[in-house]
């Protein structure tokens, strides 16, 4: 049966994982499968974009019937003609006769050398660099992307869902196990390896054409990027990007060393452990591998990552160990560049592997490798404790300070975090031509580097959906001058039913658009959301600060003040019973009147003015 999922109105992934693959590519070992993504497009005229490897054809053709539902496919566009985006190209033109194949004219060769002479009975249409196909309501844009992995690939720009379709750019390893969107998942920590392993290995030879794609889409739109394999992104995409612009241009993500060794018997293994240990020791991050154990793929996605690399080889056959020797001329077909390097040789007899290792990394790119070579017969001795200690000073010489992250826009003045307490805030998001805000209370700042806060949102609030939506969102840090009338109009109302800035002439708006209240507020902060934690009846917003400003030098509201200064005292009228008084915004819950007994009232019930929950109510007589 079909397992489709629409990204937009007009636009449904009919891809499929594959989860039973051992080894992509023959090599890449993919213990968490892979994904084939294939998009149809249904404008006026219909189009699909790529189709998938064989493995998975079955479901790939039950999805593309479904998202057509009975309607002719005028377009396939191939993006890329690699096997595992092409090997049911055929059978789709059996499938669906009159189909017009657009492509690069690279491709057109390719498609003859896969298919033979079925392919000559094709209707082909070539494009060009910044050639167009109107389809509707939207026009298609190609742009020539060559080696980025082969020669043929191009990329299709979507103006109107401005979608970019990126062929294997911003691709990743693994299957997407029901999620289809990057902010579905927690990227960052669970996948980002997987993404750096697949660009390292499959890409990573071609910076200088990933860098060259890179400026021919910068002018673009990206709303959302739809690759060939991995997630779709439709929220911080600039984050995936800016990754892409370290990998492609062989800058290291982070300061720290990697250590990579070959070890018999465990003395050379012993050898780069003590490194190791004196480097952490020195407050370096670092990183170790078998060369024997670990597959060659990971370790050079972590050579990509890190700034500093150590490799420490047993000699073997007056070679260098045979996994060692492979790793680092798998390494130098990559390209590595602009990496600091030190090496440490092992042999019995003759210990050679220093010398040889150096010959194979020494052609690379700005690659330092460091004069001392740690060379041990056998093992590690005793008197050569300085001979160690001054390898890893020379390591420590050349580690690079850390750099301090740079806004994204506006400024970000430090001042403007410490005005953050348990207090009470005015939350605003904009969607459309639509502007909201809320109260909430709870507002913390995560990290400093990168800075990152977090705001919790009730989901029945408008705003959280807004946000959910968007992505973005302005904090409005409250003062103590703030009269209870502000509470009322953001917090006892919902966007829903008022516009809750109609007649407001003090609203200002930040980079991002969004509105914030520069009255009875101290600082604003505004917010571009990178993770969203489930928390059951409030969503958990962790952003990264794009602007941050101070506006007075007035104390922050605390809870606790509110309560004191500004909320006024609960007055119930006279009741023949018992009253439940809400402690945040007085409504009055009168038991004669309603005619139910305070506690049989259902866990859930809340105040109908704040939705705050029964806890919050106070029964009195």
């Given amino acids: ?30 213990p968490g499968g892979v994904s084939y993504n294939s998009y149809l497009l249904r404008d006026e005229k219909t189009v699909l974009f790529d189709t998938v490897d064989k493995a998975v054809s079955r479901v ?54 896969f298919f033979g002479a079925d392919a000559d009975g094709w209707h082909i249409q070539t494009v060009g660099e910044g050639g167009t196909l109107c389809v509707g309501r939207r026009t298609l844009s190609f742009y020539m992307a060559p080696m980025v992995h082969w020669p043929e690939v191009m990329v299709a720009y979507d103006d109107a869902d401005k979608a970019l379709f990126s062929a294997d750019a911003f691709g990743s390893f693994g299957a997407l196990n029901g999620a289809l969107f990057a902010d579905e998942v927690d990227f960052m920590r669970d996948y980002l390896d ?11 030879k071609y910076g200088a ?34 990754k892409y612009q370290k990998w492609s241009s062989y800058s290291p993500e982070d300061a720290g060393v990697m250590v990579a060794y070959a070890s ?31 597959p060659a793929s990971e370790i050079i996605a972590a050579a990509f990552r890190w700034s500093h690399l150590v490799f420490a080889s047993t000699t073997y056959n007056m070679g260098v ?12 077909a990559h390209g590595l560049q602009n990496r600091t390097v030190a090496l440490i040789e092992n042999g019995s007899w003759a210990p050679a592997s220093g010398k040889l290792m150096r010959e194979i990394l020494a052609p690379l790119k700005d690659m330092r490798i460091l004069e001392q070579t740690l060379s041990l017969r056998s093992a590690l001795r005793e008197d050569q404790s300085a001979e160690m200690d001054a390898l890893a000073q020379a390591l420590l010489a050349t580690l690079p300070a850390q750099a301090a992250a740079a806004p994204a826009q506006g400024a970000v003045e430090p001042d403007a975090f410490f005005k953050l307490s348990y207090g009470l805030f005015v939350l605003t998001a904009r969607e459309g031509e639509k502007d909201n805000g809320c109260i909430i209370n709870t507002v913390l700042q995560l990290t400093d580097t990168p800075k990152r806060i977090c705001a919790a949102v009730n989901k029945s609030n408008y705003t959280h959906g807004m946000i959910a939506r968007t992505g973005r969102f302005n904090i409005s840090v409250l003062t103590e001058e703030t009269p209870f009338d502000v509470f009322k109009h953001f917090g006892f109302q919902s966007g829903r039913d008022v516009d809750k800035f109609a007649g407001c002439a003090q609203e200002l708006r930040a980079h991002n658009g969004v509105l914030y209240l520069p009255k009875y507020t101290n600082a604003v902060l505004s917010g571009r959301v990178v993770e969203t934690v489930d928390c059951g009846t409030h969503s958990l917003f962790v952003a990264e600060v794009d602007e941050a400003r101070a506006l007075s030098a ?6 606790a003040y509110y309560f004191a200064n500004i909320k006024p005292k609960p007055q119930p009228k006279p009741a023949a019973g018992r009253v439940g008084v809400c402690r945040i915004c007085g409504y009055v819950y009168d038991e004669a009147k309603e005619g139910t007994p305070f506690e049989q009232l259902p866990a859930d019930w809340v105040c109908p003015l704040c939705k705050h929950p029964k806890s919050d109510f106070e029964l009195q007589k």
Wanted: hydrophobic fraction near 45%; charge should be negative; include cysteine.
């Fill in 264 to 294: 018999v018997y465990g003395n050379t293994e012993n050898a780069a452990a003590i490194l190791s240990t004196k480097l952490r020791e020195a407050c370096v991050r670092t990183v170790m591998y078998d060369v024997s154990v670990t």
């Fill in 60 to 113: 790939f053709f039950e999805n593309v019937a479904h998202a057509l539902g009975g309607r002719t496919l005028d377009y396939v566009v191939v993006l890329h003609m690699e096997p595992d985006h092409s090997a049911t190209l055929g059978e789709l033109l059996l499938r669906y006769p009159g189909v017009t194949v657009v492509c690069s004219e690279k491709s057109v060769q390719m498609m003859r050398q």
């Fill in 554 to 559: 007035a104390p922050s509201v605390t809870y």
């Fill in 321 to 332: 160990f045979v996994t060692m020797d492979e790793l680092l001329r798998d390494l130098a």
């Fill in 1 to 30: 049966m079909h397992c489709t999922r629409e990204i937009t109105q007009d636009l449904v992934w009919v891809g499929a994982d594959d989860r039973r693959l051992a080894m992509f590519e023959g090599v890449y070992s993919v």
């Fill in 194 to 204: 997987e993404a750096r392993r697949y660009y390292a290995n499959i890409v990573g």
């Fill in 209 to 242: 054409q990933v860098r060259s794609l890179l400026k021919k889409t910068a002018g673009l739109d990206i709303r959302l990027l739809c690759p060939l394999h991995g997630f779709v992104w439709r929220r911080d995409i600039e984050s995936y990007v800016e």
